[in-house]
């Protein structure tokens, strides 16, 4: 009957005015293109993919719950998040009660200078490069790596592509803070990927096998 | 004033987002045209920044969605 169609053409809030007025499998329409970044946000604490996707489930169940809720001043995809983000820190209590390290205290200044390595030959590292896995391990590590406020704003900035503005309004931080911890995760980033840069691992190995090497 | 290293490392962000002024800009690239290590600084976040972009990093497990679905259609929908 054409459903599909009709329901591609469903704005969010339609959607969501459906949903609470019965027709709850539009849900899935609804959080279809969210998927991957709930997932991604529960990633960014968790650094799991069990635990992150269980998280996801709770996030998108918890939605659900709370979906009455949802007044639209905010976007849909950014109060998924920030629910998403809650459900991971409630995990990730249990996980390391004492361990734990709030999201909203800051234990470094924002303000410290971080003083990235001076490398003087990177060279690009080649899009083809992620075909790797190896490649891709790599640089999720890198990003583990990362204090955890600096990796969530990371993974919501330049995995996610969310704006400043809204990484801002999710995380509850200014714009400024956002753009600091951004400026100090890339820098941190580009550091801890440099040696494997340097010794080659970044790069395709069949380009140094076809003997096309110029300086050879 | 001539930017100083610090000065362009504060700014990376806004180089590569394009969101500096464009008198920032001139500044700024006045500085890489003489400073071999911002330069690589610079190319360096940009090269993680367009990686780190790609789809193919952090990608949904296989079967997430159908996990997903019925988990929501056995606690939600039954």
């Given at each position: 009957?054409?459903?599909?169609?009709?329901?591609?053409?469903?704005?969010?809030?339609?959607?969501?005015?459906?949903?609470?007025?019965?027709?709850?499998?539009?849900?899935?329409?609804?959080?279809?293109?969210?998927?991957?970044?709930?997932?991604?946000?529960?990633?960014?604490?968790?650094?799991?993919?069990?635990?992150?996707?269980?998280?996801?489930?709770?996030?998108?169940?918890?939605?659900?719950?709370?979906?009455?809720?949802?007044?639209?001043?905010?976007?849909?995809?950014?109060?998924?998040?920030?629910?998403?983000?809650?459900?991971?820190?409630?995990?990730?209590?249990?996980?390391?009660?004492?361990?734990?390290?709030?999201?909203?205290?800051?234990?470094?200044?924002?303000?410290?200078?971080?003083?990235?390595?001076?490398?003087?030959?990177?060279?690009?590292?080649?899009?083809?490069?992620?075909?790797?896995?190896?490649?891709?391990?790599?640089?999720?590590?890198?990003?583990?790596?990362?204090?955890?406020?600096?990796?969530?704003?990371?993974?919501?900035?330049?995995?996610?592509?969310?704006?400043?503005?809204?990484?801002?309004?999710?995380?509850?931080?200014?714009?400024?803070?956002?753009?600091?911890?951004?400026?100090?995760?890339?820098?941190?980033?580009?550091?801890?990927?440099?040696?494997?840069?340097?010794?080659?691992?970044?790069?395709s190995r069949h380009l140094f096998k076809k003997g096309k090497n110029?300086?050879? | 004033?001539?930017?100083?290293?610090?000065?362009?490392?504060?700014?990376?962000?806004?180089?590569?987002?394009?969101?500096?002024?464009?008198?920032?800009?001139?500044?700024?690239?006045?500085?890489?045209?003489?400073?071999?290590?911002?330069?690589?600084?610079?190319?360096?976040?940009?090269?993680?920044?367009?990686?780190?972009?790609?789809?193919?990093?952090?990608?949904?497990?296989?079967?997430?969605?159908?996990?997903?679905?019925?988990?929501?259609?056995?606690?939600?929908?039954?």
């Open positions: 009957m054409g459903g599909v169609a009709i329901r591609v053409m469903l704005s969010e809030s339609e959607l969501i005015r459906r949903i609470l007025s019965g027709e709850r499998e539009l849900y899935y329409d609804l959080i279809a293109p969210y998927e991957r970044m709930v997932y991604i946000s529960a990633m960014s604490l968790l650094h799991n993919e069990t635990e992150a996707e269980d998280c996801a489930q709770d996030a998108f169940l918890k939605a659900f719950c709370h979906l009455p809720e949802f007044k639209g001043e905010s976007k849909f995809g950014s109060w998924l998040v920030r629910i998403a983000l809650n459900e991971a820190k409630m995990k990730l209590r249990k996980m390391r009660a004492d361990l734990y390290d709030s999201l909203d205290k800051a234990t470094e200044g924002e303000d410290d200078e971080y003083v990235p390595q001076t490398l003087g030959d990177w060279r690009e590292i080649p899009s083809e490069a992620l075909e790797r896995k190896e490649v891709r391990e790599l640089l999720q590590k890198a990003v583990d790596k990362l204090p955890e406020r600096y990796r969530i704003v990371f993974m919501l900035r330049e995995v996610q592509g969310l704006d400043v503005a809204i990484t801002a309004q999710i995380l509850g931080v200014s714009k400024a803070v956002v753009k600091t911890r951004l400026v100090r995760a890339r820098l941190q980033m580009k550091d801890m990927l440099a040696p494997a840069v340097k010794n080659g691992r970044l790069f110029p300086w050879l | 004033m001539a930017m100083t290293c610090k000065d362009v490392w504060r700014e990376v962000s806004n180089y590569i987002d394009n969101t500096i002024s464009p008198e920032m800009r001139h500044e700024l690239e006045l500085h890489l045209s003489y400073c071999r290590h911002c330069t690589a600084i610079i190319d360096g976040v940009r090269n993680i920044v367009v990686l780190v972009a790609d789809g193919r990093l952090f990608s949904l497990p296989a079967g997430f969605s159908a996990r997903l679905r019925a988990r929501l259609d056995k606690e939600l929908f039954s």
